[in-house]
């Protein structure tokens, strides 16, 4: 089943959403492990019947590449949904 959470990553909170059978997700034909995405955004996940390998990324990742993103000089939300989802290891 799909479930979502809401976490905090350097004081910004985000809406993270998984399988939490270990399917990956699924949104707009792309398949993601688990995705993090802005609180308000309107993304609509779906469980895929494919599971996720044991060697997924860890959160520090995550958190190490969203701050040089922050700290970069224009961040738009695309820019930061994009790094999000490669960061977490959409696949096409």
């Not at 958190?63 to 960061?87: F, K, P």
């Amino acid at each position: 089943m799909v479930k979502s959470e809401v976490i905090e990553i350097n004081g910004t909170q985000y809406r993270k959403t998984y399988s939490d059978s270990g399917y990956y997700i699924e949104r707009d034909g792309m398949r993601f492990s688990e995705a993090v995405d802005f609180i308000g955004a309107d993304f609509v996940y779906t469980e895929t019947d494919v599971k996720i390998e044991e060697d997924t990324v860890q959160n520090t990742a995550i958190e190490d590449r969203l701050t040089a993103v922050e700290q970069s000089a224009e961040v738009t939300a695309e820019a930061v949904e994009e790094l999000i989802e490669i960061v977490l290891g959409g696949e096409e």
